[in-house]
């Protein structure tokens, strides 16, 4: 898809191709899969930007038409029918979860563009999430300031968090790699026998070695970026020491290295970096509404949280977290935009995680993403994920707090994510029941287009009762 987009050069269309503004990072995943859950990428409206402001939301907004297999009360059978933006129920189809049945989508998309992605893994977190936004160039508020994207993929027990900052660049800076497609991140995408073995070891056997498999997922990302180390390298290094070691010899530096740390290129090179052949992890996750002026403080506060709650469970000898906090940024979902046939605003996505509340202040704009990721198994990571859970619905109001769909939320301990019968028939419906259209209706409207529940399963079930 992302790659007819930026091929693309009908004639009157534009010279360069199109793209999305933002996308989510792995590029795998269908377009069905990706407007499902409202995919969304990393970005916000910055200094001197001419980015439109209303695409900064998910990609499950840029939807103009769509079509779908739904159940006729005429007929009495379920028929394709073409559904439009500007129609009463489109909004419904929009992150529907798999609930109903989609087809064939219209979506609308923009020139295509350069980005410059640059690569950092000597910044603190200490600065990056101070509780001052003023504090340097360097904390999120500051870089959302200046460049409008930016994300950063903390490892536990480190210091330095592996930050990114892409910038609109038109043409290359002559200190930067051309890109050649997508995917940049080699390192990241073919995990070694060694490496399976290790993380096998911490889920199963020894937990107390996650402060140091933290540790050796910063130093791999860190000399791969600088060049230190290839991918081929770095597979050599470790198959070599498999048989009798699990020490690894870095001490040969080729004489021609891949920086990796500042890339160029058509937007999407940069922004899709995770393949399948990625570590397979679960994750929580959660994107909270707030206005742009609280992004640095809400970030901080919730350091703290994590940074204590990994202290306080390491005392206990529990170490759940054995991936890394993620966190990106991006606006809520605007659609003065949109090319709809009437030319009328239409509704946003019913429950997408950025649609916002008429109970919000008006100064709310910004949804910040958090993701804790670990590996399947993880001694105790349920019950860390449910009390990060609970400290977020208790600090911040409920229709400003949103489960993010394609990950885990909704958390017992023994049961693990979608278990919590409190969070799936009570909180989420009450973060929509104040949005343009309420969860209730969403979920009427649902079954009226699929009565025979052909599209649902036992978790969707609880959640849509």
Partial sequence: MYRFLSDNRTPGGASQGYAFQNTPAPGDITIAGILAINGHGTGVEYNNSNEDPNFHGSLSNTVLSLRAIVYNRGTGKYEAKTFHRDEEDTDVFLTHMGRLLITEVTLQAVPNFNLRCRSYTNVSWKELFHENANNSALTVASILDRYGRMETIWFPFTEYPWLKIWENSPTKPPESKAT????????????????????????????????????????????????????????????????????????????????????????????????????????????????????????????????????????????????????????????????????????????????????????????????????????????????????????????????????????????????????LRTKIPASFAKTPRSFASTVRIMQEYDPMNLYSNAMLDELLQ
């Fill in 180 to 423: 050649t497609g997508p995917y940049n991140y080699a390192f990241a995408d073919q995990i070694p026998v060694i490496g399976s073995r290790l993380i096998k070891a911490i889920v199963n056997d020894s937990p107390n070695l996650v402060p140091s498999f933290g540790q050796f997922q910063y130093c791999l990302v860190d000399l791969a970026l600088d060049g230190k180390l290839t991918s081929v390298e770095l597979k050599n290094a470790m198959s070599k020491n498999d048989a009798d070691s699990s020490e690894l010899d870095l001490s040969t530096t080729p004489a021609s290295v891949i920086r990796l740390n500042d890339l160029w290129g058509p937007a999407w090179h940069t922004l899709l970096y995770v393949k399948k052949s990625t570590l397979r992890v679960t994750a929580n996750g959660y994107a909270i509404h707030l206005p742009r002026a609280d992004v640095q403080k809400m970030i901080h506060d919730f350091v703290q949280k994590y940074q204590s709650l990994a202290k306080e469970y390491a005392q206990r000898g529990l170490y759940p977290m054995a991936g890394p906090m993620e966190i990106r940024v991006t606006g809520l979902e605007e659609t003065g935009s949109l090319k709809t046939r009437n030319g009328q605003k239409p509704k946003p996505p019913a429950i997408s995680a950025l649609t916002k509340s008429s109970t919000s202040d008006s100064k709310v704009d910004t949804a910040v993403w958090l993701d804790l990721l670990t590996l399947p198994g993880a001694p105790a990571s349920n019950a860390l994920y449910r009390e990060i859970e609970q400290w977020l619905y208790d600090r911040y109001p409920t229709a400003e707090m949103r489960s993010e769909w394609s990950k885990g939320w909704g958390y017992t301990d023994d049961k693990g994510p979608w278990t919590d019968s409190d969070i």
